[in-house]
């Protein structure tokens, strides 16, 4: 069994700030990317913001320069870092991992649950 659990979802200020974090957890080999994607009413699923296990990031264009990830290896968790919010990053925002569950396994992709993000203006 492997979980990711989200936290830090929740309503702000246009202009302001929220930090994500994601926690995987259960029966885990290795991880090789995480990232963040997110869900507008009425809209498809988009990427935010990918990290690989050495680090390299890779960002929405309508997110760079505002948009951190981290991650933590030895915790297994992965964190984004949302700074100058605007009304349009109202959405639900999901963690995923690419992780393999055993050595010699395929790794596949994990979802957490989804917080809510509220951007008022």
């Known amino acids: 069994q492997v979980q990711l659990v989200e936290s830090g979802g929740g309503l702000v200020q246009s202009g302001g700030s929220l930090r994500l974090s994601c926690t995987a957890s259960?029966?885990?080999?290795?991880?090789?990317?995480m990232g963040w994607y997110r869900q507008a009413p009425g809209k498809e699923r988009e990427l935010v913001a990918t990290?690989?296990?050495?680090?390299?990031?890779n960002y929405a264009d309508s997110v760079k320069d505002r948009f951190t990830i981290s991650r933590d290896n030895a915790k297994r968790t992965v964190s984004l870092q949302m700074n100058s919010l605007k009304p349009e990053d109202t959405a639900v925002y999901y963690c995923?991992?690419?992780?393999?569950?055993?050595?010699?396994?395929?790794?596949?992709?994990?979802w957490g649950q989804g917080t809510q993000v509220t951007v008022s203006s």
């Open positions: 995923q991992a690419d992780l393999k569950r055993a050595y010699g396994s395929t790794s596949r992709d994990y």
């Open positions: 990290i690989t296990s050495i680090g390299s990031t």
């Open positions: 259960g029966s885990i080999f290795s991880i090789n990317a």
